[in-house]
Structure formats: structure tokens, C-alpha cells
């Protein structure tokens, strides 16, 4: 099946600082990606859509000034935590759609471990 | 999108097929059933996907009902390798392709 490689897989940082974590599909394009975070022991929750060449669509309640999503190729996307605080600590997971397919399975990353101290 | 209901968890023995049940009452015509599984720590893994017919590929077999209330994943000879939070999604075009995660159910297989 499709690949979606996510780098890093787990990241340390200082409280204040930036973290950016990549998403890219390996062997195929994708027009649309998604980004994911989950919390121990909880599901996932979208935060929000990241389209190519347009401004992503974040889903209620996720600070897209806080989180900020590049979707610059369509085999890329980036998320970027600005000003990490240790609540931001949490499993992010991206999946990309592969283009031009209508109905078809999203692939996922195999997740970033975010933990900020 | 329909939301589903599952069981916060299931044992099952090894080499057994496990029986994962699906409610999705809600759901419209033109919405699919889709099923994930995520492996402790890694990011969740597509298993199968359909409409109103059943459908079998090499993980799984998805069976929905014939009024598409519900449905069932079979993992038909469960192994330890099995052992994951497994999510029952459906989605529709009206919500842009993205997959919305519910509670899944948690499935340990004992040996």
C-alpha cells in the first residue's frame, strides 16, 4: 500500500520554542492531507485539513496561529507547533489522500511523539 | 457524518475469528463504512471499506446489514499480532474525505 512517512518520530523541546513535523507521501500525490493529535489513552482528533497551494481548514477549537500548516507540494505538508507549552505534549499523526482516486482509504503516518518539557 | 457506536473492548482467543460489532443507525445512503485498527504507538493501519455489500480482502471481511444500520468486521483467525484499538468510521462526501475517530474498541487477543 501507499507510504506516509511522518519525520520526526518523537521530538523533546523546551517550553517556548517551535517544534515543525513533517508529513510526506511516499509514492503518491495528495492533494488533501490530514493532521491528527491524540492524547493517552484517548482517540484521535482532527485538527484540521491541509490543502495544496491553499490555506488549511482547522476544525473548531485548534488556534491556527498556535498550530501553523504548510501544504507547499503535493507530496508535503508540515505542521509547526509554535510556543510549545507542555499541554501541547501529544501523539501527532498525519494521513494523506491520494489524489485524483474519488473514494478511497487515507493512508497514515506512522506519528510524532511530541513531548515538550 | 453518521456516528457509530462500539464496544470499549473485546478478548478473543488466539487463532479464533473475532467478531467486531458496528452500530451506525444514522447512517445515509451515499455514506461508507470504513474500518482502521491503530497498534499501540503507531499511527492507525486502513483494513476495509464498503457501501452495502460485503466485502473480503486479505486482513478482514466487512458484513453490513441489509439496512445498513449496522455491521461487523471478522478478523477471521485472530493472532497476538492482532491486538489493537480498532476503529468502525463512516464517512461522506460532505465531509471533505476526512475520517472522524470514535472511541473504537480496544481487542486483546490472549493466546
Known amino acids: 500500500g501507499a507510504v506516509v512517512s511522518q519525520h520526526p518520530s518523537w521530538v523533546i523541546c523546551k517550553s517556548g520554542t517551535s517544534v515543525k513535523i513533517e508529513c510526506r507521501s511516499l509514492?503518491?500525490?495528495?492533494?488533501?492531507m490530514f493532521w491528527y493529535r491524540q492524547f493517552p489513552k484517548q482517540s484521535l482528533m482532527l485538527m484540521a485539513t491541509?490543502?495544496?497551494?491553499?490555506?488549511?481548514?482547522?476544525e473548531q477549537g485548534v488556534e491556527k496561529d498556535k498550530f501553523l500548516i504548510n501544504h507547499a507540494s503535493l507530496t508535503l505538508s508540515t505542521l509547526t507547533v509554535t510556543s510549545a507549552h507542555p499541554e501541547d505534549s501529544s501523539f501527532y499523526i498525519c494521513?494523506?489522500?491520494?489524489?485524483?482516486?474519488?473514494?478511497?482509504?487515507?493512508?497514515f503516518g506512522q506519528g510524532t511523539r511530541l513531548t515538550v518539557v | 457524518d453518521a456516528k457509530t457506536t462500539q464496544p470499549p473492548s473485546m478478548d478473543c482467543a488466539e487463532g479464533r475469528a473475532a467478531n467486531l460489532p458496528c452500530n451506525h443507525s444514522?447512517?445515509?445512503?451515499?455514506?461508507?463504512v470504513y474500518w482502521y485498527r491503530q497498534i499501540h504507538s503507531q499511527g492507525p493501519q486502513y483494513i476495509i471499506h464498503?457501501?452495502?455489500n460485503n466485502e473480503t480482502n486479505e486482513m478482514a471481511s466487512l458484513i453490513i446489514t441489509e439496512d445498513r444500520k449496522s455491521s461487523t468486521l471478522i478478523l477471521p483467525h485472530a493472532t497476538l499480532r492482532d491486538t489493537a484499538v480498532y476503529y468502525c468510521?463512516?464517512?461522506?462526501?460532505?465531509?471533505?474525505?476526512?475520517?472522524?475517530f470514535g472511541g473504537g474498541t480496544r481487542v486483546l487477543v490472549k493466546p
Open positions: 444514522t447512517i445515509s445512503g451515499n455514506e461508507y
Open positions: 509514492d503518491f500525490q495528495a492533494t488533501t
Open positions: 464498503g457501501l452495502k
Open positions: 468510521i463512516v464517512r461522506g462526501k460532505a465531509a471533505g474525505n476526512k475520517l472522524t
Open positions: 494521513s494523506a489522500l491520494p489524489t485524483g482516486q474519488g473514494w478511497t482509504e487515507a493512508f
Open positions: 491541509s490543502n495544496e497551494g491553499s490555506k488549511a481548514t482547522y
